[in-house]
């Protein structure tokens, strides 16, 4: 979260530096995912044959160094070739987390803790810009080689890897899955892991543990026997095609088709609305200062700025728009903690089609607000519904496939969701200055397209 929402929040101050248009500003908050669909479905595959702690370990680590390399680096061009490449590991970092919780959690407690590692995920939406208010206005200008200024919003993407320091730190105390490493054959790891989390949840002696002998569920009973130990290349080549064939196999195509559309529309709404929302918020900033009251919708607004915010000679930006961003993120974790005691006796599937509706009434609200302040409200609603369905939807794919192909199922699916995520700030940065109104359109459509599909979505439970 820290990677992707970083950029956006120095969009509006380093556009002055690397002059931005509309259109680069987009590909920069889209570049990241550009490269993770390249890394997509290997992240996943590769989780679920070495291990979700090893490889979002190796994930995580590369993406600090290439955020302290972000921070210096000197052109648009060495920033989205940077972006891209984080994009690239991130998915090994991100992608193995939500199996990682699922596997360590029983049935009954699975949807609330993907809620609430989802809830903590929004914790840097209070981070980062309460980080922007600290830094941005600072008066930093330091010549480093004459190739380029370290100024306030360098400071700041280099100082937002410190939360990433502390997770990559904290990844080495995490054991692997007991599931995944009994799947694997590794009986004794896997009691062992199995002793250290009894004693510490019950505060007893591992000794005391009750469990002698573990043994696999029948459908990960018959896949472990299916392994093939020969080739380690060749092994993960073969699983590699046979899961991804597994997924669109007809017993679990329709739930891969639905978490894929589902994670397209999720993904590309909320990415699109929380990646502009600094842009949007700093436009409306600028509209007042020229026009001295604001009366306008959101797209009127964006078309009648576009010219004032290009051309604007003055890069002293104001920066009262970020306190909006640790609303959100405030308002984002009450929402998911309230969200995570309620989903089980009202249903995922209630909440997850109630918010799709809810979300598409609200983007199509925009269309015709012309008060700041609902403008600002509806934007921020639409931010915190969308973001609350992402750990519902991956519960839902935790719930349909079985342990062996979890990471695969989640990686490949999200696939579709970058997609929507990067091409949908691509298109909104196109489509923002002309055609404001026929985007918004496209996002109320998708909504409730995506929220009336869910209606026909049976459950089904892989334990």
Partial sequence: MLNIQGMSMILPVARCDLHLTSSEKGTLTSITFAGMLFSGPFSGILSDAFGRVRISLMGQAVCVLLMILNSFAPDTTSLMIINFINGFALTGAITPVYVLVSEFCPIHFRTRALIICSTAATL??????????????????????????FSSWRLFLLLSTIPNLLALILLWRIPETPKFLLIQGHKERTLEVLKNIYAVNQKKRKDEYPVFNVTLDLIDRDYAGLKDESN??????????????????????????????????????????ILWLPEQLSRMNQYIEINGVFDETLCNMMMTTVNSVEN??????????????????????????????????????????????????????????NMQYLIIAALISVAIMTSVLFPLIMTLIMDFYPTYVRSTASAVTIIFGRLGASGGNQIMGLLYDNHCDKAFYGITAILAATGTMCLFMRSKNNH
Wanted: hydrophobic fraction near 55%; proline fraction near 2%; charge should be positive.
């Fill in 124 to 149: 840097s939406n209070i981070y980062l810009p309460a980080m922007a208010l600290l830094i941005m206005p600072l008066d930093i200008e330091i010549p480093i080689f004459k190739i380029l200024t």
């Fill in 232 to 273: 380690l290349f060749w092994s993960t080549l073969k699983q590699m095609i046979s899961r991804m064939i597994l997924l669109f196999s007809r017993k679990y195509i329709i739930y891969s088709l639905m978490s894929c559309v589902l994670l397209f529309t999720q993904l590309g709404v909320y990415n699109i609305y």
């Fill in 312 to 369: 604007v000679d003055d890069c002293v930006l104001k920066y009262d728009f970020f306190s909006y961003g640790i609303i959100l993120g405030i308002l984002q974790c009450a929402l998911g903690l309230l969200v995570s005691f309620f989903a089980d006796r009202i249903g995922k599937k209630v909440i997850l089609i109630g918010f799709l509706y809810l979300a598409s009434a609200m983007s199509f609200s925009l269309l015709f607000f």
